[in-house]
C-alpha cells in the first residue's frame, strides 16, 4: 500500500494509506485540498474573541427578531439612528445575565415615570470583563420571552403604536 503522509499544526501528523490500485494524483490532490482546509481552519480558530465578529440580535417592536454578524448589524441599523443609549438587561424571572442593548435615544417616549422604545434595539451579550462576546441560543431565547413581555402597544391619534417598554 502507497500512503500520503501530511504534518498539520503542531504535533499533529496525519497519514493515509492508500490501496495500490489508487488513483494516487486524484487522492493526492484531495489530500492536498484537505491540509489547506486544515491549515486554513487552523488560522481561523487562531482568531481572539475580540477581533471575531460577534453575533448580536435585532430587535423591533412588532417584528421578527434577527439574529446577525455585528458588523452586518452595524452597516444595515447604524443609517438609521445615532444608537447613543446603552442599557443592560435585567429580569429576577429570566436569566438575562450580561444582556445589554443599545438603542437609539431619540426614539424613547417618556410617559411620566414610564419609558417606551419606539425603534429597534441591538442585543448583544457582555463577559465578566465588559467585553462583547457572541449571543449564545440561551441567550437569543431569553431576549425574545424578555422583549415579548416588554413589547406594548400604544394608541395615540388613532394610530397603534408597537413599542418595547424599557
Given amino acids: 500500500m502507497n500512503s ?9 501528523n496525519i497519514n493515509l494509506s492508500l490501496p495500490d490500485s489508487a488513483d494516487r494524483p486524484g487522492y493526492k490532490k484531495l489530500v492536498d485540498s484537505l491540509e489547506e482546509y486544515l491549515h486554513d481552519a487552523a488560522e481561523e480558530a487562531t482568531v481572539t474573541e475580540a477581533e471575531a465578529d460577534s453575533i448580536v440580535m ?4 412588532d417584528k421578527t427578531p434577527e439574529v446577525m454578524q455585528e458588523t452586518q448589524c452595524w452597516d444595515e441599523i447604524e443609517s438609521k439612528g445615532k444608537y447613543d443609549c446603552l442599557e443592560v438587561v435585567s429580569d429576577d424571572a429570566l436569566d438575562v445575565a450580561g444582556l445589554a442593548i443599545v438603542f437609539d435615544g431619540r426614539r424613547v417616549l417618556n410617559l411620566g415615570r414610564e419609558r417606551y422604545l419606539l425603534g429597534p434595539v441591538i442585543v448583544y451579550k457582555t463577559d465578566e470583563d465588559g467585553d462583547g462576546v457572541s449571543l449564545s441560543a440561551e441567550d437569543v431565547i431569553a431576549a425574545v420571552v424578555y422583549f415579548a413581555d416588554h413589547t406594548v402597544t400604544l394608541y395615540a391619534d ?5 413599542a418595547f417598554h424599557i
Fill in 4 to 12: 500520503i503522509h501530511f504534518h498539520f499544526n503542531g504535533d499533529v
Fill in 158 to 162: 388613532g394610530k397603534d403604536f408597537p
Fill in 58 to 61: 435585532v430587535m423591533r417592536p
